[in-house]
């Protein structure tokens, strides 16, 4: 593993929902190559600050650096050019569509003739098309599902979808990955799973941002964790540390 300067640079970014202070000054410094861990309770803030950095949610104020340039209010789809891919808390996919179309999706953020250009079959395409193929069927078999490859996405069980969207999200050639609770529902074994492909992506040089409610994979994954309360920092710092700090102990993980 290579941990290299800060890739992604958080500054006091804020959010708020009416009279919800959602975000408060929140600010991270996430390495380059990195694993890094956002913990806290329900209603944290770990889901709008995803939300924020992909694009998904503009903040109302504060700045995101993604390789020293701002990202910040920008949308997702120029987001993930960029270089940042997420998923999501409940597996966005297309369901009709084969597992392996869904990766294809996926990497159509980094063609010439995008998805578009791929549905019509347009002149010069087809190259493309099948290099598309082919990356999507390496990804598919990165992540352990060859095998389901054909079948439609919404009839793979919960935890293949999970590998899905990770497969889907490293398809655009991500510099960042932003994970939001890929181990939610998953059992002990499709988690020791999920945590060895996570280092593996790791060890490829892909900076992780997990937000991740099992404390046992986080702690095991993790370089580094920021642990958020009411949509504050209050913590900062490698697991050990975490799990000597008395406010977080006294706020989350005490209450485990």
């Known amino acids: 593993m290579s941990i290299d300067g800060t890739i992604v640079r ?51 104020s504060g700045s995101i650096l993604l390789n020293g340039k701002s990202i910040t209010g920008k949308k997702g789809h120029a987001i993930t050019r960029r270089g940042m891919a997420r998923t999501f ?6 369901g009709t569509m084969s597992v392996l179309e869904n990766v294809m999706v996926g990497r159509y953020a980094r063609t010439r003739a995008g998805l578009a250009g791929a549905a019509l079959r ?31 996405a919404a009839s793979i069980p919960i935890g293949s979808q999970r590998l899905l969207e990770i497969a889907r999200a490293l398809a655009s050639d991500p510099q960042v ?11 002990t074994q499709e988690t020791r799973l999920l945590g060895e492909l996570l280092l593996s992506i790791r060890s490829k040089g892909i900076t992780i941002i997990l937000v991740e409610h099992d404390m046992e994979l986080v702690m095991d994954i993790s370089d580094m964790i920021a642990v958020l309360n009411f949509g504050e920092n ?18 989350y993980l005490g209450e485990e």
């Open 10 to 60: 958080i500054r006091d970014i804020c959010k708020n929902f009416g009279g919800l202070a959602a975000l408060q000054h929140v600010t991270i410094d996430v390495a380059r190559g990195s694993i890094t861990s956002i913990i806290g309770p329900n209603g944290a803030g770990k889901t709008t600050l995803i939300n924020v950095l992909s694009g998904f949610l503009t903040p109302d």
């Open 89 to 94: 808390q409940t597996a966005q996919l297309f």
């Open 122 to 152: 347009l002149p010069g395409v087809l190259a493309e098309e099948r290099a598309t193929r082919a990356r999507a069927m390496d990804l598919l078999q990165r992540v352990g599902l060859t095998a389901q490859a054909r079948l439609p």
């Open 177 to 187: 990955l932003l994970l939001d609770e890929p181990a939610a529902g998953l059992n």
């Open 234 to 251: 209050i913590a900062r710092g490698t697991p050990a540390h975490i799990q000597a700090n008395p406010d977080v102990i006294a706020v």
